[in-house]
């Protein structure tokens, strides 16, 4: 289960990520989620500290790309907004809706990483590929029926993941 399910680092936004400790560790790409991690659910508004955030992720010389299992329309609105690629109709956590994040950045699953607030799409997908995976807190409890139903499952998951915090196995990476 901690093989696939387990992120390498968990935290409560993308805001809170450490771009300088993340270039450190040789990340140079971030294939994103789109609801409840970039945006709230549903929604093609993108906040202003996450228009901020992705300004400095470009300015230091990361890539990004949004995977997301929207439709293109929905997704493309963001994207194009944020000056980043985009896969849509992602199929995740299928391994290739991961590749093709990969390819349209053209980087290697050593320097990239997943970000994403679902255990059973973005974490599971990203560790199906070896890729270094990054678990967010969602934006806004608003989310679709069948994500609804998948948190009553993370429950027992997020709670290994908190004991595995504690004991200093997640969240290493970004510890001085």
Not at 75 to 92: R, T, Y
Request: charged residues 25%.
């Amino acid at each position: 289960m901690k093989k696939y399910l387990f992120p390498d680092v968990y935290v409560d936004s993308i805001l809170d990520l450490p771009l300088d400790k993340l270039y450190a560790h040789g990340i140079r790409a971030f294939i994103l989620d789109l609801d409840n991690t970039v945006t709230e659910w549903n929604s093609q508004e993108v906040r202003s500290e996450v228009v901020a955030w992705m300004t400095a992720v470009k300015a230091q010389g990361f890539k990004a790309c949004i995977a997301s299992n929207n439709g293109r329309e929905r997704v493309v609105s963001v994207a194009e907004g944020l000056g980043i690629p985009f896969v849509s109709k992602a199929g995740k956590p299928r391994r290739r809706a991961f590749q093709r994040a990969l390819q349209v950045m053209g980087s290697s699953p050593e320097e990239t990483a997943v970000i994403g607030d679902q255990i059973f799409t973005d974490i599971l997908g990203g560790n199906r590929l070896d890729l270094f995976t990054i678990l967010v807190v969602p934006i806004n409890k608003r989310e679709f029926i069948g994500t609804r139903v998948m948190r009553k499952f993370e429950i027992m998951v997020l709670r290994k993941i908190r004991q595995a915090i504690k004991r200093g196995d997640i969240n290493s990476v970004l510890q001085d």
